[in-house]
């Protein structure tokens, strides 16, 4: 398993560019996971269904299945959020696992820049920051790509992800 992580400002377009991305790499034969970190409390179950109230009703971890998928909630219950490397070695083997958002976390990322969002770059200050996807113009210190050119930034992720392995031996991840 190899990972890459893109990194940017809400609204700079992380998700659209996931988005076609996946695809643009099933295509070439890859499967692909992503793992996304939320700045605020989530929820992925509906209250008044069973498995919320498993949930509420004190469950450490509450499993759903159907023939068509299965999830997984964890309550941390105060406990400390896992590292990136803790919560990656739970997924099941895929060839390329794309993380959103953990840009203080140690591993390569693309940065997400939208000119519009008026922020100002991550990359001067973030020396894991590999790649620009961006429609500011250069020069860059790094290669920089089109926010709509997916075949070329697939080409450079196939290149450059590191071996998951290699991201969990070289942890001190935060979140």
């Known amino acids: 398993m190899r990972l890459m ?13 996931i988005a076609a991305l996946i695809p643009e790499l099933r ?3 890859l499967t692909v996971s992503t793992v ?19 949930r509420e009703s004190g469950a450490q971890e509450v499993l759903v299945s159907s023939a068509h998928r299965f999830a997984l909630m964890h ?3 105060g406990a400390p959020e896992p590292p990136l490397a803790e919560l990656l070695k739970r ?3 895929v060839d390329l696992v794309i993380v959103e958002g953990f ?37 860059f210190p790094v290669p920089r790509f089109d926010l709509d050119d997916i075949a070329a930034i697939a080409d450079w992720v196939i ?9 969990i031996a070289a942890s001190g991840s935060r979140p």
């Open 159 to 167: 290149r450059e992800a590191v071996p998951i392995d290699q991201e």
């Open 75 to 77: 309550e941390l219950r």
């Open 91 to 93: 997924l099941s083997p």
């Open 5 to 17: 992580g893109l990194s940017g400002w809400s609204g700079a377009g992380k998700t659209t560019l």
């Open 27 to 29: 295509r070439r034969g």
């Open 36 to 54: 996304k970190h939320a700045h605020h409390a989530f929820d992925v179950d509906k209250p008044g269904k069973d498995s919320y109230i498993h």
């Open 103 to 139: 840009k203080r976390d140690p591993h390569p990322k693309i940065e997400i820049h939208r000119v519009a969002v008026d922020k100002a770059f991550i990359h001067p200050d973030d020396p894991y920051i590999r790649a620009i996807a961006t429609d500011a113009p250069g020069p």
